[in-house]
């Protein structure tokens, strides 16, 4: 599965900025799919995993309040909606599956995830 995220850029703290995922060719709905972040020398972290056909979305406690999942089915779209930007939001973030339609109760461990897109860029900054 391709996955290809968009959306990233340059915004001020407390602003918001939305990113999305899609997947070529696949049907996303079928599949749980996380968004994680990458920041400088710093390990890969879990924002938020979004079950397929209408299952549970869960949030890491980092962005619980902050950030919401979304699905356009008609758009084979996940979006990351993210509002209250801090600096510390800066990061590359990627969109995962493991190929699943649930998530995992592991879902925050990189290592379960088969797929995953090329990131996208997001900075937090004045």
């Known amino acids: 599965v391709q996955l290809v995220e968009s959306g990233g850029g340059l915004v001020q703290p407390g602003g918001s900025l939305t990113l999305s995922c899609t997947a070529p060719g696949h049907t996303l709905?079928?599949?749980?799919?996380?968004?994680?972040?990458?920041?400088?020398?710093?390990?890969?972290?879990?924002?938020?995993?979004?079950?397929?056909?209408?299952?549970?979305?869960?949030?890491?406690?980092?962005?619980?309040?902050?950030?919401?999942?979304?699905?356009?089915?008609?758009?084979?779209?996940?979006?990351?909606?993210?509002?209250?930007?801090?600096?510390?939001?800066?990061?590359v973030y990627f969109c995962a599956t493991n190929g699943g339609l649930i998530c995992l109760a592991s879902f925050a461990d990189s290592r379960r995830y088969d797929y995953w897109g090329q990131g996208t860029q997001v900075t937090v900054s004045t």
């Open 29 to 91: 709905d079928v599949y749980a799919v996380s968004w994680f972040r990458q920041a400088p020398g710093k390990e890969r972290e879990a924002v938020s995993c979004s079950g397929g056909g209408g299952s549970r979305t869960y949030y890491t406690d980092s962005v619980k309040d902050r950030f919401t999942v979304s699905r356009d089915n008609a758009k084979n779209t996940v979006y990351l909606q993210m509002n209250f930007l801090k600096p510390e939001d800066t990061a």
